[in-house]
Structure formats: C-alpha cells, structure tokens
C-alpha cells in the first residue's frame, strides 16, 4: 500500500515563493520524502517583480535591477539552476546627489550617508557650515534607549541633524523603501546602526571602526569590482531558470486563493475557481494584505490591514548616443525630497550596467513615486515621459525624444516597516504558532524586501515546514 503523502502548498510565485518550491523539492528528491507540493500563483506568470524587457539590444528590467553581491544566498542559487555563468558586476562610477538644482557627488568615504572621513564631508557642497557643526554633536551625544524601535528619520537627525538627513541620508535610504524615513523602522530596516551607536556612542567613530579597511593593493580585477550583481540575460532569465528546475505538476498558474480555513490537522484552501485543495502544511508567500484576506477568519492578521504600501514606477528611456549632449561622468543620482523635481533617483544604465545597451545608444532609468507622493504613477504614459525629460532637461541636455520608452507602474508594491514592524510580525508568528500551526510567512512584506532578503525567507520557511511535517509524523 503506497504511503499517503502530505501535502504542502506554496502561495504566491514571487522570488519567495519560487525559493521555497524549488528548495521543498530538492529535499523531497535527497531524502525520498512522502511530501508533494503546489505552487499556487494568481497570474499567469511566476517572477514577481522580476520582469525584464529585451528590446532592440536592450535589457531592460520593470523591476528591482540589481542585488547586493555580499547577500550569498541568491548567488547560491544561482549555481543551484546553472545562472552563476550569467552573474555580472556593475561599473563603478561617480553617483550624486541632486540639491538645490545641482549635482553634488557623493562625498568619499560616506556608508549609506554617514561619514567616515572627515575630509570629504568637509570639503562637499552638500552641507552649510552649520549643518556640518551640527553633524559633529554625533561625537559627544548619547547612545538612543537601549532596545526601543524609532523611526529612521528620528535616529539619524538626532545623531546627524537635519541637513545631513534631508541632503544625504533621506534620498539614500527612503530610495530603497520607497518610503518616508520619519516612519520607516531603524530595527526591521538597518538595525546595524543601532547596533553601532550601542557600541560606539558616536556613529561616525562606529561606522569607521567598524567598516572592513581596504587592502592596500587589491588586485586590479578586484579592485574595479561593483557592489551589485545582476544577470547579463535579466532577472526574469533568472525566475524562469528556477521555473525550470521545478516539476510543472506542481506548478499552478492563473488561480487565486481567496480563503483558508483550518479543518482539524488540515487546511481548506479555496481557490476562485470554486476547487478547494487541502494541505498539511502552508507557505504564504504572499503581499500582508492578501495573506490577511486569505487569512480573513483569523483576526490576529488584521494588524496587516493598516500597514501601507507605497506605489511607485520606473520610466526606461532609450536615446541614440548624440541625443545627450553634455553628458555627466557617473553612473546616477538621487534627488533630495527638498528640491522640485518629480522624480526620485536616475540611473544612466549605460553607464552602471554595460551589458544592457547597444554600443551608440544611450539608456536612462528614472523612478517616480514615494510615500505621500505617489498621483504621478497613475498619470497617463505621456504625461509621465514628460515630467521626467523636464526633470532630466535641469541636469543635462537631452536634445532628441527618446527612441522608445517603457514605463512600469507597480501598485500598492513596495510594504513599509513603520516603527514596530518587528513586534507586529513577531506577534502574528507567535499566533500562528498557536492557532494555525504549519502556516509560515516569507516575502518582502515581513523580513526584508530585497531578492536575497527573500530568498533566505523561502528558504526559513522550507526548514520550519519540514520541522513541523516530521513532528506530526510521530
């Protein structure tokens, strides 16, 4: 008599979700586990924000271009599905910043805007003389209250004030949320400065005891490495090759879960097809809103129905080499919130990522969007081409229309850790624990947002389900 087997439901096919599906496999086909699985994604394609469009020579992503080459797990991954081959460092360059209607480049030696040289935080334009004394204070304030959550906004302008916030820090961090840095959580978002602040005192002195010194002769190759990876084919290359590797049986596209109920040891999982399907065990790789409306019987995740998501958009522009006439030596900017610009940082991807563009061409990448200014995402696609190019027209002369554009709107996309993200998640776990035991969340919306941040959530998350399966077969 064949054993039965248990059951194991992914939902959702981002990045979190494909990690989960393929690393459950793998152990199923190592260990000859009594496990079968099913994906199960809404659309009709798996990736997430992975979508990459090849045009005319160009790649170009819609989404997340790029992922911190110190973050391991995706570049384990990589080789998992034979990608590591098409692994690509960018071009280091120049970046500015742009304040009052002026390109400042990125002072020397600065970690996420926090000095660690005391020339170049001199010497920069960036800052007034006073708000550069006042930066100094950092040297002789007290550490914050041990333990306790504050904003990001809050931490680094009573250690830095407010001109290095809204000049440096701000454009920087609220860039990679998408978010208001007076909300956003120091703990659930870059817990390591609290870390130094506790102990160091001062962040500056932390920052630079603490930050790995340089070794005097790098090798060449080395040396000119970027701190980013990406793939030469696009990210997407890199969904569908984890796609591959992954039983298409197990593989449910186009059906959306609208409910789930627990119904003794099991769970009822109803699809809008009007199938229910039963699982032992759960991964909700889902946004928290939609995981709170399939979870929607259980009031612990109601929490989640007040947790913003920010809507942003990438606009690519494509121009012949000559169109930009007085171009700039740097691979992009960020723009401060204080100046009158609509968009929010500018990557000349030619520059950054060599792979991307045709020799003679030229390919500029804007995002547009941010927390309490998000009305330009819902504008129509001309409306939103010209506001860049009137944007980009401040900082140089672009004297052609572009070639083609691609503009990609992502709503409601991008979760915010406001200030006490890690009790909200940690309480809802604990819950969950309880009540609905085998049920794991992974995604951007609760343990970080970036592609390696994701991946190490799916891969959490294949650990505890086969934890919980094997206590449940004694």
């Given amino acids: 008599m064949a054993e039965e087997k248990q059951k194991v439901i992914i939902i959702g096919g981002g990045i979190a979700g494909l990690t989960s599906a393929f690393y459950l496999q793998k152990a199923i086909q190592e260990q000859n586990l009594p496990i079968e699985i099913k994906l199960i994604e809404a659309s009709h394609r798996l990736g997430g924000k992975m979508q990459t469009v090849v045009k005319d020579g160009f790649t170009i992503e819609r989404g997340p271009d790029s992922f911190l080459a110190r973050k391991t797990s995706i570049i384990r991954l990589a080789k998992e599905v034979g990608m590591d081959d098409q692994l690509v460092h960018n071009s280091t360059g120049k970046s500015f910043v742009l304040v009052n209607e002026k390109l400042h480049s990125m002072p020397g030696g600065s970690i996420m805007g926090i000095p660690t040289e005391v020339g170049p935080f001199i010497t920069t334009g960036l800052f007034s003389i006073p708000g550069k004394l006042r930066a100094a204070a950092d040297f002789i304030l007290p550490r914050s209250e041990s333990g306790k959550d504050q904003s990001l906004g809050e931490f680094f302008r009573r250690r830095l004030g407010d001109e290095v916030v809204e000049n440096l820090i701000e454009p920087l961090l609220s860039g990679i949320y998408a978010g208001d840095i007076d909300q956003l959580s120091l703990m659930s978002t870059f817990p390591q400065f609290y870390e130094v602040e506790q102990?160091?005192?001062?962040?500056?002195?932390?920052?630079?005891?603490?930050?790995?010194?340089?070794?005097?002769?790098?090798?060449?190759?080395?040396?000119?490495?970027?701190?980013?990876?990406?793939?030469?084919?696009?990210?997407?290359?890199?969904?569908?090759?984890?796609e591959a590797k992954i039983d298409s049986r197990s593989i449910l596209k186009g059906h959306r879960v609208d409910?789930?109920?627990?119904?003794?040891?099991?769970?009822?999982?109803?699809?809008?097809?009007?199938?229910?399907?039963?699982?032992?065990?759960?991964?909700?790789?889902?946004?928290?809103?939609?995981?709170?409306?399939?979870?929607?019987?259980?009031?612990?995740?109601?929490?989640?129905?007040?947790?913003?998501?920010?809507?942003?958009?990438?606009?690519?522009?494509?121009?012949?080499?000559?169109?930009?006439?007085?171009?700039?030596d740097g691979t992009g900017f960020v723009v401060s919130r204080n100046s009158d610009y609509s968009i929010t940082a500018c990557t000349w991807t030619h520059k950054k990522w060599a792979h991307s563009t045709p020799k003679g061409k030229v390919l500029l990448r804007c995002y547009v969007g941010r927390s309490g200014d998000e009305t330009i995402v819902d504008l129509s696609d001309d409306r939103i081409i010209k506001i860049v190019l009137d944007d980009l027209k401040k900082t140089m002369d672009i004297t052609m229309n572009p070639d083609f554009s691609i503009i990609s709107r992502w709503k409601n996309?991008?979760?915010?850790?406001?200030?006490?993200?890690?009790?909200?998640?940690?309480?809802?776990?604990?819950?969950?624990?309880?009540?609905?035991?085998?049920?794991?969340l992974a995604g951007s919306s609760y343990g970080g947002v970036g592609l390696p941040d994701c991946i190490d959530q799916g891969e959490t998350a294949v650990q505890n389900v086969m934890n919980y399966l094997k206590k449940q077969e004694v």
């Fill in 199 to 242: 102990k160091y005192r001062s962040l500056i002195i932390g920052m630079k005891k603490s930050t790995p010194s340089q070794p005097k002769q790098p090798e060449s190759k080395e040396k000119d490495k970027g701190a980013f990876l990406t793939f030469k084919t696009g990210l997407q290359s890199f969904a569908e090759a984890i």
């Fill in 259 to 328: 409910k789930i109920t627990k119904h003794g040891n099991k769970y009822d999982v109803y699809l809008n097809n009007g199938e229910t399907l039963s699982a032992d065990s759960i991964i909700a790789a889902t946004p928290h809103k939609l995981t709170q409306a399939m979870f929607a019987d259980y009031h612990f995740f109601d929490p989640f129905k007040t947790v913003p998501s920010t809507s942003v958009a990438t606009v690519a522009l494509a121009f012949p080499e000559e169109a930009v006439k007085n171009d700039i």
């Fill in 413 to 440: 996309s991008m979760p915010q850790y406001t200030v006490g993200h890690k009790k909200r998640i940690a309480e809802i776990t604990e819950h969950m624990n309880a009540e609905l035991p085998g049920v794991f």
